[in-house]
C-alpha cells in the first residue's frame, strides 16, 4: 500500500511542477492557487484509484495481456523429417 501512495504522491508533485512551468512560461499568467491545487487533488484521487485497481487485479491485467501479446502462430510446428542416408 505504501507503493501505492509514494507512487500517487510522485504523479501529483510531477503534474503540480509542470503545470507550474506551464503557467510561468508558456501561458505567461499565473492562475490562483485554490485552481492549482483543486487540479492536483483530482490528479491525486485518479491516480489512486487507477493505482489501487492495477495492483489489486495485477494477475488479472498480466494474463489479459499475455494473451494478446502471446507469440502463438497459425503456423504448425516444426515436423523432423529424415532426409539422409540411414545409418544401419
Known amino acids: 500500500m505504501e507503493v501505492i501512495f509514494l507512487l500517487t504522491v510522485l504523479i501529483t508533485v510531477l503534474y503540480g511542477l509542470f ?3 506551464s503557467m510561468k512560461y508558456l501561458e505567461k499568467e499565473i492562475k490562483p492557487l485554490k485552481h492549482i491545487i483543486k487540479d492536483a487533488t483530482l490528479v491525486f484521487l485518479s491516480s489512486l484509484v487507477i493505482l489501487v485497481l492495477y495492483f489489486g487485479n495485477q494477475k488479472w491485467f498480466k494474463d489479459f495481456f499475455s494473451v494478446i501479446t502471446s ?3 497459425s503456423q504448425p510446428e516444426l515436423v523432423q523429417v529424415f532426409t539422409g542416408n540411414p545409418d544401419f
Open 19 to 21: 503545470k507550474f512551468i
Open 71 to 73: 507469440n502463438t502462430s
